[in-house]
């Protein structure tokens, strides 16, 4: 009798067929992997030796795994190798708008590009990593606008597409803007709320934001623009000035629409002040992009009538420049840089991110 050895630990068993089984998948054209229950009674192992073996593959980068869609097959892909750039060299970049690295995550989820996250501490090092990881297409992550100059002779010197996703105070002119860059700035942002309201005729308008978000600067010029001037006390930039101030302003009957932005925090001190007072059934309310805390505040603050709703497309940027650079590394399409505009939205809407598949 031949002796077969000693049997491999279960993981190491279910690993290989799942191997196996990734790649008849590939080969078949599908590149998702089925229910971890369905392979368990497959391969005879148990769910928490599968979810073993598929944690390994997916740090060796041969699946990825998306939340509440499944374990997708990166070899399918391995030709469309994607680099994600944080250019000031620190994960923390990716704090500043999540919504647009999730635009970014979606579409390169979807395309099945294998993703690389890159640190740079200088710009200078890019044309060697990419070179060093295979890199094909590059994302350059919300850089500092003083890299702009450089990051825009890298993209000139280097064989590979790059697009560059922005968010700016300043008011971006897409003629004006250096090559690949996607962006929406925040003056412009400030401009289209105030803009929307004074259409409605509204002239009497309290501003409830921060001071340096830019947004500020953005409303002021439209009411500039439409012959008003701004009201100096009608400028409510921290949150302890709105419970201070703003009953006050109301009070003397004069306000007819309220822009608030800038956070939960500052909605809810709005809210408190609003929730059954008799001018939220006249006024009108109109509130930026506050994502996942919408809903709970509706339902804690009933009494608040919210007249419109107003986001910033930080998620169409981070998608737009992901789809031009994937098209661009496949296709070979020219990549053209792009300005975004805010758009004003009813009071049901719901907030982009959370239609993100991620």
């Given at each position: 009798?031949?002796?077969?050895?000693?049997?491999?630990?279960a993981?190491?068993?279910?690993?290989?067929?799942?191997?196996?089984r990734?790649?008849?998948?590939?080969?078949?054209?599908?590149?998702?992997?089925?229910?971890?229950?369905?392979?368990?009674?497959?391969?005879?192992?148990?769910?928490?030796?599968?979810?073993?073996?598929?944690?390994?593959?997916?740090?060796?980068?041969?699946?990825?795994?998306?939340a509440?869609?499944?374990?997708?097959?990166?070899?399918?892909?391995?030709?469309?190798?994607?680099?994600?750039?944080?250019?000031?060299?620190?994960?923390?970049?990716?704090?500043?708008?999540?919504?647009?690295?999730?635009?970014?995550?979606?579409?390169?989820?979807?395309?099945?590009?294998?993703?690389?996250?890159?640190?740079?501490?200088?710009?200078?090092?890019?044309s060697?990593?990419?070179?060093?990881?295979?890199?094909d297409?590059?994302?350059?992550y919300?850089?500092?606008?003083?890299?702009?100059?450089?990051?825009?002779?890298?993209?000139?010197?280097?064989?590979?597409?790059?697009?560059?996703?922005?968010?700016?105070?300043?008011?971006?002119?897409?003629a004006?803007?250096?090559?690949?860059?996607?962006?929406?700035?925040?003056?412009?942002?400030g401009?289209?709320?105030?803009?929307y309201?004074?259409?409605?005729?509204?002239?009497?308008?309290?501003?409830?934001?921060?001071?340096?978000?830019?947004?500020?600067?953005?409303?002021?010029?439209?009411?500039?623009?439409?012959?008003?001037?701004?009201n100096?006390?009608?400028?409510?930039?921290?949150?302890?000035?709105i419970?201070?101030?703003?009953?006050?302003?109301?009070?003397?009957?004069?306000?007819?629409?309220?822009?608030?932005?800038?956070?939960?925090?500052?909605?809810e001190?709005?809210?408190?002040?609003?929730?059954?007072?008799?001018w939220?059934?006249?006024?009108?309310?109109?509130?930026?992009?506050?994502?996942?805390?919408?809903?709970?505040?509706?339902?804690?603050?009933?009494?608040?009538?919210?007249?419109?709703?107003?986001?910033?497309?930080?998620?169409?940027?981070?998608?737009?420049?992901?789809?031009?650079?994937?098209?661009?590394?496949?296709?070979?399409?020219?990549?053209?840089?792009m300005?975004?505009?805010?758009q004003?939205?009813?009071?049901?809407?719901?907030?982009?991110?959370?239609?993100?598949?991620?």
């Amino acid at each position: 009798m031949l002796k077969t050895g000693k049997k491999p630990p279960a993981h190491i068993y279910a690993r290989q067929q799942l191997l196996n089984r990734m790649a008849a998948l590939s080969t078949s054209g599908v590149n998702s992997l089925p229910p971890e229950r369905e392979l368990c009674a497959e391969f005879g192992v148990s769910l928490n030796t599968v979810k073993k073996a598929i944690r390994q593959l997916t740090i060796e980068g041969r699946l990825a795994s998306v939340a509440r869609k499944g374990h997708f097959i990166r070899a399918v892909a391995a030709e469309t190798n994607i680099g994600i750039v944080i250019g000031e060299g620190s994960i923390s970049t990716f704090l500043r708008e999540p919504c647009v690295l999730g635009g970014i995550i979606d579409v390169l989820t979807r395309r099945n590009c294998f993703v690389r996250i890159i640190q740079l501490s200088k710009p200078k090092e890019a044309s060697d990593v990419f070179n060093q990881y295979k890199i094909d297409g590059c994302i350059w992550y919300l850089p500092h606008a003083l890299l702009f100059p450089k990051i825009s002779k890298i993209i000139e010197s280097c064989k590979i597409p790059i697009v560059v996703p922005f968010m700016t105070y300043t008011p971006a002119d897409v003629a004006k803007l250096p090559p690949n860059h996607f962006t929406n700035d925040f003056v412009s942002t400030g401009r289209v709320r105030a803009e929307y309201l004074i259409s409605r005729g509204h002239r009497n308008i309290v501003h409830c934001a921060g001071s340096n978000s830019g947004t500020g600067e953005g409303f002021a010029a439209a009411l500039n623009n439409a012959g008003l001037v701004p009201n100096p006390d009608w400028i409510l930039p921290t949150i302890d000035e709105i419970p201070e101030r703003l009953p006050g302003i109301l009070d003397t009957g004069k306000v007819t629409a309220i822009i608030s932005e800038g956070g939960l925090a500052r909605f809810e001190s709005v809210f408190r002040i609003l929730n059954g007072h008799p001018w939220s059934k006249k006024g009108e309310l109109l509130v930026d992009f506050i994502g996942g805390g919408f809903a709970e505040l509706r339902k804690n603050y009933p009494g608040v009538n919210i007249s419109a709703v107003n986001s910033y497309p930080a998620r169409d940027v981070g998608r737009a420049a992901a789809e031009a650079l994937v098209d661009a590394v496949k296709d070979g399409v020219p990549i053209r840089s792009m300005q975004f505009s805010s758009q004003i939205n009813g009071p049901e809407w719901t907030p982009y991110y959370e239609r993100i598949s991620l």
